[in-house]
């Protein structure tokens, strides 16, 4: 980490972004981090590593990734936790989570897609038509998933503007599905390795495999950790954590991520909270909050509560299952692989009841005080999970808020006001 910062203006103009835009973006970003982030009490000082790699995620990390298409890698672009990762790293290639975190571009957004689409398919399709995000202009190949209806078909319209591939994903979870969805598996790899021109073998699958497990479970032990009253670690910093897992060099974060856990157990050992004991905890589950949405978090976190779970695509669904490392054959990995991610409880199945399965268990383990229904304006299938949701958990004996929302800063007033008289509820 050197203290001379590099300018990367040139590295940005190749990859043929809006500068003034794409400025304007960091310097948003940037300051937001800041107020969001280092505004926080008695952080682990292992978030260092975290404040880093956001301070330079356009920089170093678009500089590895540019470095390494350069000597003949390739880069892989997903939007889903569906897309296995192990496949990718298998065939000799990186995979970056595209950020669809923010609101940009509306204006040239609406005039393709309508105005009561998600905020999270907005912004996936913002940031490509306003030219600011390199880890899009980076990829070599973007991945999309039949999953909701909204999502299939912004990817046709993605899919016009860059190289783009859809896997099909069943929408249920039987064993034929598995089946299926196994096959769609061998699709991709045979797309991968025309990408790559790298062979997928049994011994590269089975390093990949173990690789993306143990960033998993780097990502269980500081999640575990938050388990202890006071949670040793934020939600915002926590939910950080996950984000960034999408994008990042894997074995670098799963080291500082168990570096990071090594800490927080201590903490946790010490009695030692960025809360006060006693404060009130909350679950947060529904659709996936993609960088640099932290809106809820920091609501939640500003109004005295602490955050210590989120059952989301970044949260538990994306570390809690393992594939199984105990195969030898590419077969066997595959059926693995199959089994492992059709696993995620993702409201475009039917039926999802394991995902309020996993919201009570987590309720149960992490001893919170109340649950946060979070989904997306226009995101019908959390939209209408939600009341059944909140039945079950109420049910249950948990307090819950349902929250609809989107990406803007308009309504943090009401969600305040809201959020407060649900800690003072709880508690
Ligand atoms: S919520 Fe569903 S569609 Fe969205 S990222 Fe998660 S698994 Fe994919
Ligand atoms: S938030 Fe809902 S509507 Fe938006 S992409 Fe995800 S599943 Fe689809």
Not at 128 to 155: H, I, Q, S
Not at 208 to 216: M, Q
Not at 217 to 226: G, K, M, P
Not at 404 to 414: H, P
């Amino acid at each position: 980490m050197s203290d001379t910062p590099v300018d990367y203006h040139q590295m940005w103009a190749d990859l043929g972004l809006d500068l003034p835009m794409h400025d304007a973006l960091l310097e948003a970003v940037g300051g937001m981090y800041g107020a969001t982030f280092m505004s926080q009490a008695n952080r682990p000082e292992g978030m260092g590593y975290l404040d880093f790699v956001m301070s330079e995620v356009h920089g170093l990390r678009i500089k590895e990734l540019d470095d390494f298409r350069k000597s003949g890698g390739k880069v892989v672009g997903t939007y889903c936790l569906y897309v296995p990762e192990e496949l990718i790293r298998a065939a000799g290639g990186w995979s970056v989570g595209i950020c669809a975190g923010a609101e940009w571009a509306y204006d040239q957004v609406e005039q393709i897609l309508p105005r009561n689409t998600c905020a999270l398919i907005k912004s996936m399709m913002g940031f490509k038509l306003g030219k600011v995000c390199p880890y899009l202009e980076e990829a070599d190949l973007l991945v999309g998933e039949t999953t909701c209806d909204g999502k299939k078909k912004a990817y046709e319209e993605l899919g016009k503007m860059q190289n783009l591939y859809t896997m099909e994903l069943p929408q249920m979870k039987r064993p034929k599905d598995v089946a299926f969805w196994r096959s769609e598996l061998v699709d991709f790899i045979a797309k991968l390795e025309e990408l790559t021109g790298k062979k997928v073998t049994a011994e590269a699958l089975k390093a990949s495999i173990k690789e993306v497990n143990d960033k998993r479970r780097a990502l269980q032990r500081v999640n575990a950790a938050r388990a202890a009253d006071p949670s040793p670690i934020s939600g915002l910093d926590a939910l950080l954590a996950v984000q960034v897992a999408f994008y990042d060099d894997v074995p670098r974060f799963t080291q500082m991520m168990n570096a990071l856990a090594d800490e927080l157990e201590k903490r946790a050992a010490a009695g030692i909270g960025v809360a006060p004991k006693g404060a009130p905890r909350i679950l947060i589950t529904g659709t996936p909050m993609a960088l640099p949405n932290w809106k809820l978090h920091e609501i939640v976190e500003k109004a005295g509560g602490v955050v210590v779970g989120e059952e989301m695509c970044t949260g538990s669904r994306y570390y809690e299952k393992l594939v199984d490392e105990d195969a030898s054959t590419l077969d066997e990995m595959l059926d693995d692989l199959a089994e492992k991610y059709l696993d995620i409880n993702c409201a475009c199945f039917t039926p999802n009841t394991g995902r309020i399965d996993d919201i009570i268990r987590m309720a149960g383990d992490l001893k919170v005080d109340g649950v946060i229904d979070y989904a997306l304006s226009f995101c019908g299938t959390y939209q209408i999970e939600s009341a059944g949701v909140a039945k079950t958990v109420q049910d249950a004996g948990v307090p819950v808020l349902r929250i609809e929302t989107d990406y803007s800063a308009e309504d943090v007033g009401q969600l305040s006001t809201r959020v407060e008289a649900f800690l003072e509820m709880v508690k």
